[in-house]
């Protein structure tokens, strides 16, 4: 029924795993916040800021719109290294309301009743206490293949945010992190 040479090696997987993971280096590309959210906590501050946070961060916004694929957060102190902490992805229909969820506002109250998933609240925590967040993107085609190359990059970094896991086997180890 399927001849070997109808199935392409794990060679042209390994590609594009290795492809993403050098855009996702040289695409990383700073968060603006107002600086008063980085000397006042709570979620009234960023409730009543987060039209301002929308527009000063439109052209990362914009640049990701409509586009499914892998999404990387990063936090860092000032002048140190970015720090990889989540890894995620997204298809192409509502990409732009998903990354707001997780950088800018996220409203809990959903139809469901269920949290979105979002890594706000963390991005939150991080930017009150006086650190850098960051973002890269990178698209997937097809856009299938993106659960799979989540999946290895998860597997390989361990990213501290992703402690739910995202794939079969789960995330239980938190030794030996290893970075992009």
């Known amino acids: 029924m399927f001849e070997t040479a109808d199935i392409k090696s794990d060679e042209h997987l390994i590609d594009l795993v290795n492809s993403v993971r050098t855009k996702i280096k040289n695409n990383i590309i700073e968060v ?49 290294e970015w720090e990889l902490k989540y890894i995620g992805q997204v298809k192409s229909t509502g990409t732009r309301q998903r990354i707001r969820s997780h950088l800018i506002w996220r409203n809990k109250d959903t139809k469901s009743g269920k949290s979105t998933g979002s890594k706000f609240d963390e991005v939150m925590s991080k930017v009150t206490k006086g650190h850098d967040i960051a973002f890269s993107f990178v698209e997937i085609n097809p856009e299938s293949l993106r659960h799979y190359v989540e999946e290895i990059l998860i597997n390989k970094c361990q990213p501290s945010w992703n402690y739910n896991g995202t794939n079969l086997t789960g995330q239980n180890s938190r030794k030996n992190r290893r970075y992009l």
Do not use: C, H, M
């Not at 409730?47 to 990063?74: A, M, P, T």
């Open 32 to 80: 603006t916040y107002p600086e008063v959210l980085k000397q006042r906590s709570g979620k009234k501050i960023w409730e009543d800021l987060y039209k301002e946070i929308d527009s000063l961060n439109e052209k990362l916004l914009k640049s990701i719109e409509s586009r499914g694929g892998i999404y990387i957060i990063f936090s860092a102190k000032p002048n140190e």
